[in-house]
């Protein structure tokens, strides 16, 4: 039998705030166990919440990022559960009332080629609600021990749709939410720093049952890499559990991304498991218009809308804006090369193939001068020497023929260690291009063209590359000095008259 998997995703994401949700101590990331605490935090007698206006407009901008409606009036509730990592054995969270419904997360599906912008499809969202952190359990080999640092630190809650069927989409919606809430300057969104969590449930069925499956919630996925994989195993699991004659049980599972084994950690709980009741200390919020205006002013264009424009604006391949996009200050650095060099494209190549490569090195502890090719670093541009007006200049000293391109490769790897304009670099070290006198030129294109009979009949018989058969030699002929550019127009002439 074939079967049809259905998965829809938790993800919990951390607001980038000052203070925590329900009291003035701070947030914070790195700091000595304990010690990001208050009477509120740890739950004494006779404290009380006080709601932090910035984790409100942050999920608000949140949801007019996706798409959703925001409610006009929004309640808390008390979810009750016991457990070390709740100081207050119930957690202040939102219920049947939330401030986010709907809404939607674009991705690229997989599978698209490599140079296109392929099909994509918008993963509908159910909710996204806020809620308070809880503090995180250290094991250790004979004990657990319990950080209330991170407890009260404001979290949303993205719920999807059960809307995905397979591991591919839930890798390329987390990887285009997580952008979005960067974009969004809503979260960090650092894995490694608990600043999103996610949590698949996955069921499956037979191809063309409409009714859901008996669904598994996976937890520990602590990298969008093991999201995946955790997904594409279960997947596998329950298809054998069935195969075999068994029973899906509902249930939550452990997930270990470093051995690819699951185990089972418990029944699932329902939502009456919880208790929920509404929080008889803080009062429902009301949401104006002037507030979401205030508030969609400062949304900034998003990942795909960028890629699109890229394409439509600045004739980008799709190669080059799907590199660029994906950071908002490397967009932004991006558009302005552009602007100032009059020449998009190749700007965006110096970015993407030069600039990238140069800043992983240095990322990787290695001379700026390397040129080990790295991927996966997160590009430092506000060290960066080289500024957008550098790239535009580089840009126009090559395009000019002033500059050759290995001579520019060259200027590149300078610029990029000095910080020194190109001009000055191309002058310093002698690698501007030497004139070439006009009528020495025109003769060396001459013996080009004599000297090969073949490509002089491809270029008249309407085959426009064979020209570059006659480059070669000319340019051996000028010693690597002649322009290109230069080149080929004095080339067409003599092709085009002889």
């Known amino acids: ?257 470093m051995t690819g084994t699951s185990q089972s950690l418990r029944s699932k709980e329902m939502a009456h498991d919880y208790r929920y009741f509404p929080d008889p200390d803080l009062m429902p919020v009301k949401v104006d218009d002037a507030w979401k205006q205030r508030l969609a002013a400062e949304c900034p264009e998003l990942p795909f809308d960028k890629q699109r424009r890229f394409i439509a604006d600045y004739q980008l391949p799709y190669t080059l804006t799907s590199v660029l996009v994906w950071d908002r200050a490397l967009a932004d650095y991006f558009e302005e090369a552009a602007k100032l060099s009059g020449k998009p494209q190749a700007a965006g190549n110096w970015i993407v193939n030069d600039l990238l490569r140069e800043l992983g090195n240095v990322g990787r502890g290695l001379s700026p001068t390397s040129s080990d090719a790295v991927s996966g670093v997160k590009p430092d541009l506000q060290t960066c020497r080289i500024r957008p007006a550098h790239i535009a200049a580089l840009v126009k000293l090559v395009d000019s023929g002033a500059v050759l391109t290995n001579a520019a490769k060259e200027i590149f790897v300078e610029m990029f260690a000095t910080g020194e304009t190109p001009e000055v670099i191309a002058d310093r070290k002698g690698l501007k291009a030497a004139p070439t006198d006009s009528n020495e030129l025109e003769q060396w294109c001459r013996d080009s063209i004599a000297a090969n009979a073949k490509a002089l009949a491809e270029f008249k018989a309407g085959k426009d590359s064979a020209i570059n058969a006659f480059k070669g030699p000319v340019m051996k002929a000028a010693k690597g000095k002649a322009n290109p550019k230069l080149v080929d127009e004095t080339l067409r002439r003599l092709l085009a008259t002889g």
């Not at 207050?88 to 009332?97: L, M």
């Not at 037979?206 to 598994?216: S, W």
């Open 1 to 257: 039998m074939n079967y049809e998997a259905v998965i829809g995703l938790e993800v919990h994401v951390q607001v980038k705030t000052r203070s925590k949700i329900f009291t003035r101590v701070a947030a914070g990331y790195g700091h000595e166990p304990n010690t990001l605490t208050d009477p509120v935090v740890l739950a004494l007698p006779g404290t009380l919440p006080v709601m932090n206006k910035a984790a409100l407009d942050a999920i608000i901008k949140a949801g007019l990022l996706l798409g959703c409606d925001i409610a006009p009036v929004c309640k808390w509730d008390r979810k009750n559960y016991f457990y070390p990592d709740s100081p207050k054995n119930y957690q202040i969270s939102q219920y049947d009332q939330p401030i986010c419904l709907g809404g939607a997360v674009e991705i690229e599906l997989p599978g698209s080629a490599r140079n296109v912008m392929g099909e994509h499809k918008k993963i509908p969202l159910t909710r996204i609600h806020l809620e308070e952190d809880v503090g995180k359990l250290n094991h250790g080999t004979s004990d657990s021990l319990v950080d209330y640092n991170r407890a009260g630190t404001p979290l949303m809650e993205i719920v999807s749709d059960p809307a995905m069927h397979t591991a591919d989409e839930a890798y390329a919606y987390l990887t285009s939410l997580r952008a979005t809430m960067i974009y969004g300057g809503i979260s960090d969104c650092d894995m490694e720093k608990g600043q999103l969590r996610c949590d698949a449930n996955i069921s499956i069925r037979p191809v063309g049952e409409t009714k859901l499956g008996v669904k598994v919630e996976l937890k520990n996925l602590n990298s969008i890499s093991f999201v995946r994989d955790g997904i594409a195993h279960e997947i596998k699991r329950q298809i054998a559990v069935l195969e075999r004659g068994g029973i899906i049980v509902q249930e939550t599972r452990d997930y270990d991304g």
